[in-house]
């Protein structure tokens, strides 16, 4: 058996499976192991999946190297084997918290996915590490029952019930992750009333919608620097300023309930 050298990605060489900056990694060949996503980026096929991930290969490496007497193997085709079904959201969760790579990790949240009609089609649940790390799982409604993947393309925006029922012209803030979301909804910005921030993400990155007033990171280099100052403007109530990335920066002056 070969033994891969792997390298995690970076903010600078994200995932281009799930198009995030950590827990994935490559190889030098171009092998890519993903912790998140199941579907194969471009110029990439899948060689297997375990639970909520894959590992892929470029579309023209060999899957099956020769044997050290020279002889070569006979290529076959990778099975992905397929996701078990549960009769609902909650018993997938019941189950991760039984998986072996989740051993000793504590459940810490879960945030719903919801369609435009406002049907749950997904939730994003996080554990909490003991060594103080966190793991992301995803869990996606299919025909059948419920899978612990990501939800298909093209996929929900986070809250977007409240976002299509907001009155237009309402001030759209982009947050990086739901955590982030949930802790904007609410907030007064200019006298008005924010919705929960959209999920700023690899495969959800997005534009100011038509008829609203949009303020977001651009980069990590720009992420609280460019939001923060558009909100000091605005002035919050009872906030002298405020950003969109907790972990970048919190209220200006002074604490915020429950910050």
């Not at 085709?77 to 989740?102: C, F, G, H, T």
Request: proline share 10%; aromatic share 6%.
């Amino acid at each position: 058996m070969i033994q891969r050298e792997w390298r995690e990605v970076t903010r600078s060489e994200p995932c281009p499976a799930c198009g995030k900056p950590d827990w994935c990694a490559w190889t030098a060949e171009g092998w890519l192991k993903c912790e998140r996503e199941t579907q194969a980026p471009a110029g990439m096929r899948r060689v297997s999946v375990k639970d909520s991930g894959a590992v892929f290969c470029p579309t023209d490496a060999d899957e099956h190297p020769h044997h050290q007497n020279g002889r070569a193997r006979i290529a076959r085709k990778a099975e992905p084997k397929p996701n078990r079904l549960y009769p609902d959201p909650q018993a997938a969760v019941s189950a991760m918290q039984r998986w072996p790579s989740l051993r000793g990790c504590e459940l810490a949240g879960q945030w719903p996915y919801h369609d435009a009609e406002g049907e749950l089609v997904g939730l994003v649940v996080r554990f909490n590490e003991p060594g103080g790390g966190k793991t992301i799982r995803p869990i996606s409604r299919v025909a059948e029952g419920w899978v612990t993947r990501q939800i298909p393309l093209p996929r929900p925006l986070y809250g977007l019930p409240q976002l299509l029922a907001a009155a237009p012209g309402v001030p759209i803030v982009v947050c990086e992750g739901e955590k982030s979301a949930d802790a904007r909804a609410g907030v007064r910005l200019g006298g008005d009333n924010l919705g929960p921030g959209l999920r700023r993400g690899g495969r959800n990155r997005l534009d100011p919608g038509s008829g609203t007033r949009g303020a977001g990171p651009r980069g990590p280099r720009h992420r609280g620097r460019e939001v923060r100052g558009g909100c000091r403007a605005a002035r919050p109530r009872g906030w002298s300023g405020a950003c969109t990335d907790s972990e970048t920066c919190g209220p200006v002056g002074r604490d915020a309930e429950g910050w």
